[in-house]
């Protein structure tokens, strides 16, 4: 699942803080009924809530925006040194005064990484809009890889929707993660795709969010 360490673009693992330290890894789930859009891959703690964003017409939300019992909130994954943010931030765009306040221009350092994941309500809703205005699934140029990095989540339901893709240049894929699927014991590694792979998964997670084309 997503954590909080510093680390990033790592597939999930343990508890909610961990997601905003580690933009892609799992949280520990504490209370049950708080609900992730994201089950695979978020779990949050308890006195965490998963915010909608509804300024965000896509199918669903990629960067989560979760909120603290503080009224603090932070995102899931991370947007700090995400490449659109940091392409606003060089070009001095709109966003780009709100981004460098909150530390959103490059990715957290042990400086920086409290005010990352202590984002207002304002700065982590725009930074959401901001991103998902901005997201189309692409395949790595080696074709080894899909940016930004697939949530199992997304993975499992691209499975179960395309079943021409998952007979045919998706079967390895999904063989794996439907077989992992329900026995929390997914290895916290990232998948090394090949270009067929890579190219038809981006496609279908495009279609999956509703990304124009």
């Known amino acids: 699942m997503i954590g909080t360490t510093l680390a990033k673009h790592r597939p999930m693992r343990s508890i909610a803080r961990v997601l905003a330290l580690a933009p892609f890894m799992m949280v520990a789930a504490c209370a049950p009924a708080a609900v992730s859009p994201h089950p695979h891959d978020v779990a949050l703690e308890d006195g965490q809530r998963y915010e909608k964003n509804v300024a965000v017409s896509l199918k669903r939300e990629y960067w989560l925006v979760i909120s ?9 994954p991370r947007p700090d040194g995400d490449p659109r943010v940091v392409a606003e931030c060089a070009r001095g765009g709109e966003l780009a005064t709100l981004f460098a306040n909150a530390k959103l221009c490059e990715s ?25 205005g901005k997201l189309a699934f692409v395949a790595s140029e080696d074709g080894t890889r899909v940016e930004p990095y697939p949530l199992v989540t997304d993975v499992l339901d691209v499975c179960k929707t395309y079943g021409a893709d998952r007979a045919g240049a998706l079967k390895k894929i999904c063989d794996t993660e ?15 795709y090949t270009r067929e792979e890579s190219t038809t998964l981006a496609a279908r997670l495009d279609d999956l969010y509703g990304v124009p084309r």
């Open 68 to 76: 603290e019992p503080s009224e603090r909130f932070f995102m899931v």
């Open 108 to 132: 957290a350092t042990q400086a920086t990484l409290a005010r990352v994941n202590g984002l207002s309500r304002d700065e982590a809703m725009k930074a959401s809009t901001f991103l998902h």
């Open 178 to 192: 439907l077989g992992y699927e329900g026995k929390g014991d997914r290895p916290a590694i990232a998948p090394i």
